[in-house]
């Protein structure tokens, strides 16, 4: 499993904080500015999507996942409550408010991985 870590300057700090052994899957960490590119959606992409932006930028960001993946399981952490509405219209399936400690963030992948394989047919 695969998951791709969208974030700007402020939550830099994640990439160091998450490349530690104890995730079960595969980070994969991106400039949110990178999520107008196409390499990261190809076929067999990614099973989860967090964002890790904070205001306007984090909201785009979402968008922009959304608009290329429908189906995609979305997490969005940002710095203000108040777009919590944006990302029920959005959709995204999760959204927290900052701050989130790196442990719970792990925590928080790890528990929409889990729901993603239970929602996966079997094959």
């Not at 964002?51 to 922009?64: L, S």
């Not at 701050?99 to 719970?104: A, E």
């Amino acid at each position: 499993m695969e998951v791709v870590i969208f974030y700007d300057k402020e939550a830099e700090w994640y990439k160091q904080c998450m490349s530690e052994p104890e995730m079960d899957c595969r980070l994969y960490f991106r400039p949110w500015e990178k999520v107008y590119e196409n390499e990261w959606l190809e076929e067999g992409g990614p099973s989860l999507a967090a964002v890790v932006v904070n205001g306007a930028a984090g909201m785009n960001c979402c968008h922009e996942i959304r608009k290329r993946s429908r189906g995609l399981p979305v997490l969005w952490v940002s710095d203000q409550e108040g777009f919590l509405a944006e990302s029920r219209r959005i959709p995204v399936q999760e959204f927290w408010t900052q701050p989130v400690s790196c442990r719970l963030l792990k925590r928080i992948i790890q528990c929409m991985l889990a729901e993603y394989r239970k929602s996966r047919p079997s094959g």
